[in-house]
Nanobody
Framework: QVQLVESGGGLVQAGESLRLSCTAS????????VGWFRQAPGKEREFVAA???????FYADSVKGRFQISRDQAKNTVYLQMNSLNAEDTAVYYC?????????????????WGQGTQVTVSS
């Protein structure tokens, strides 16, 4: 059972940056596919970014060019660097992981989730 812990959320002004971290309890996490999702109040959880263990990352159109997903295998950690934040990015951000995830844009394919971290962007 992989446990994921997110950190790095907070309150920022529009145009500023944040880096979210997702650290796993197990070193086997390094062999997992990972994704970031977000959920704003009253909305469904939506895909943000994902990458397989070795592969090209991909992003939602709404964050492409502003967000970057990366991983540090030595630290069992995945990052989400978020630049040029705007009010529409305000949400709770979750990291997720799974083995051989069939559809990485769909949250239902990920068995492991963190508790979420709040990101609030004021305009």
């Amino acid at each position: 059972q992989v446990q994921l812990v997110e950190s790095g959320g907070g309150l920022v002004q529009a145009g500023e940056s944040l880096r979210l971290s997702c650290t796993a309890s197990e070193r086997t996490f390094n062999g997992y596919d990972v994704g970031w999702f977000r959920q704003a109040p009253g909305k469904e959880r939506e895909f943000v970014a994902a990458r397989r263990t070795y592969g090209t990352p991909f992003y939602a159109d709404s964050v492409k060019g502003r967000f970057q997903i990366s991983r540090d295998q030595a630290k069992n950690t995945v990052y989400l660097q978020m630049n040029s934040l705007n009010a529409e990015d305000t949400a709770v951000y979750y990291c997720a992981a799974g083995m051989n995830v069939a559809s990485m844009r769909a949250p239902n394919w990920y068995p492991y989730w963190g508790q979420g971290t709040q990101v609030t962007v004021s305009s």
